[in-house]
């Protein structure tokens, strides 16, 4: 009788219960889908820090150009990976690259359930979060990749053949890269760890950025006859501090929402330590570089010390979720070191990065990579394995790439289009009109016969 008594309690209390599941569920799907829509924001507001950081990088006659080179490189690379860039990288991924299948939408039952099917909602839950939500934080990642190569090639570079070239790299390059280790390709199969994209989002916008200004060259009289440099000091610091601010903010959203969920109180903490370390990275690069910036680079930098923050959170970016944040601040010290490091060497390889791009993502990406052995559980070989593999792939196709569009459309404006400037030259707009601009009588540069 009892047992016949708590059977009949049992079928009694079943449909509750699986309510109660049912409704937790659908908890985790509407967490884990809000996270990554509000984290995408964030990371795409990164996109206005790199804009604000670039314009105030550049000589006043260059600023205009970077407004409408970011605005268009953000748009290009959202279409290009809507198109066929999250195909290539995510959708029946082997070991190289994924479905060459064209255009990405919401899955059968989402649409099912939009149109007024409930019994699809099931179904819909149980993939954990909305299908489309995903999308749209995978896409803002590839577009900081192009932002990073924007900064590096400011106030020489074509803005349709730059828009051309980001248009290949959002579609094509950067999702190779993506399916060989966040797709489940040979580099994942292996084991390599990048949780955020310290080398898949900034090194290999380091390595585009590298390539194309190898191929571009420098701007004219950066570089004189005497082996001397050419001071190009920003044309306005706020922006360029402002934009810093802007990032490490959007940083946040770029690493915690590389949790991929906010369902359960494991992925709460895990956030919290995510955040907190990259945070602390970013402070160590910038109080690192305030103290060492001048022994490195002769003098107290302030451009040095807010690339220090941008190094930092580089190199932090392969391993935030470390439970220990005291290395994250080690981490994020070297990484400003390297930076600092980095921006002497392009100097002395006549090399001009108008930005410190490849510096700061390349150098502190690297770094980052390989930390991870230290304290996030990265293998030597297999990390070391992913940096050159990924290093030679994305710097040798971007300079065969970068070569064929100069023999071709030709990547870099007129001398003359150079010295007056390209936003009065192309855009026939100032972003300060009330300047006078003046092409400047003090051009000594490298190239020039005596």
């Not at 082997?94 to 909602?121: R, T």
């Not at 050419?230 to 490490?248: M, R």
């Not at 992913?386 to 007129?414: C, E, P």
């Amino acid at each position: 009788m009892n047992t016949a008594l708590f059977s009949g309690v049992g079928l009694l209390l079943a449909p509750a219960v699986l309510t109660a599941q049912e409704g937790v569920g659908d908890l985790a799907f509407v967490l884990n889908t809000y996270s990554f829509l509000v984290w995408g924001v964030l990371v795409m507001w990164m996109c206005a820090g790199f804009t604000m950081l670039e314009a105030g990088s550049v000589r006043s006659k260059s600023a205009s150009m970077i407004c409408m080179k970011n605005i268009g490189l953000y748009s290009i690379a959202g279409l290009a990976y809507y198109v066929i860039g999250y195909n290539l990288m995510y959708v029946d991924v082997g070991s190289v690259i994924g479905s060459l299948s064209f255009f990405y939408g919401p899955s059968g039952a989402e649409v099912a359930l939009v149109s007024g099917d409930e019994s699809a909602a099931r179904a819909v839950a149980e993939n954990g979060y909305s299908v489309m939500s995903d999308w749209f934080f995978q896409m803002v990642f590839v577009a900081t990749t192009a932002s990073i190569v924007s900064g590096a090639l400011a106030e020489r570079v074509k803005m349709w053949t730059f828009l051309l070239f980001v248009a290949v790299l959002t579609a094509i390059i950067y999702p190779i890269v993506g399916a060989w280790t966040w797709g489940g390709g040979w580099l994942g199969e292996m084991g390599f760890t990048d949780f955020a994209g310290s080398t898949i989002v900034h090194s290999t916008g380091g390595w585009a950025a590298l390539a194309g200004a190898l191929v571009v060259g420098p701007r004219w009289g950066k570089f004189r006859k005497d082996g001397s440099v050419k001071s190009t000091p920003p044309s306005n610091i706020p922006a360029v501090t402002l934009g810093v601010f802007i990032l490490w903010m959007g940083w946040f959203g770029f690493n915690g929402g590389s949790e991929l969920a906010l369902s359960g109180v494991v992925n709460a903490v895990s956030m919290s330590n995510i955040l907190v370390n990259t945070n602390l990275a970013a402070g160590a690069g910038v109080v690192t570089a305030l103290l060492l910036s001048r022994s490195i680079l002769g003098r107290v930098d302030l451009f040095a010390t807010l690339n220090g923050a941008i190094s930092g959170m580089v190199a932090i970016t392969a391993g935030p979720n470390i439970t220990n944040p005291l290395w994250a601040i080690l981490i994020g010290a070297v990484g400003s070191i390297l930076c600092m490091l980095g921006l002497k060497l392009l100097e002395q390889r006549k090399i001009d990065d108008v930005v410190g791009a490849v510096p700061a993502h390349l150098f502190a990406g690297v770094w980052g990579t390989m930390a991870t052995c230290i304290a996030a559980g990265g293998d030597f070989v297999t990390q070391l394995i992913g940096v050159v593999s990924i290093g030679a792939f994305v710097f040798g196709v971007t300079w065969i790439l970068w070569t064929v569009l100069d023999a071709t459309l030709g990547v870099r404006v007129s001398r003359s289009v150079e010295e007056i400037g390209q936003d009065a030259a192309e855009l026939g707009i100032d972003a300060y009109p009330e300047f006078v601009l003046m092409v400047d009588p003090d051009i000594d540069d490298f190239r020039d016969a005596d």
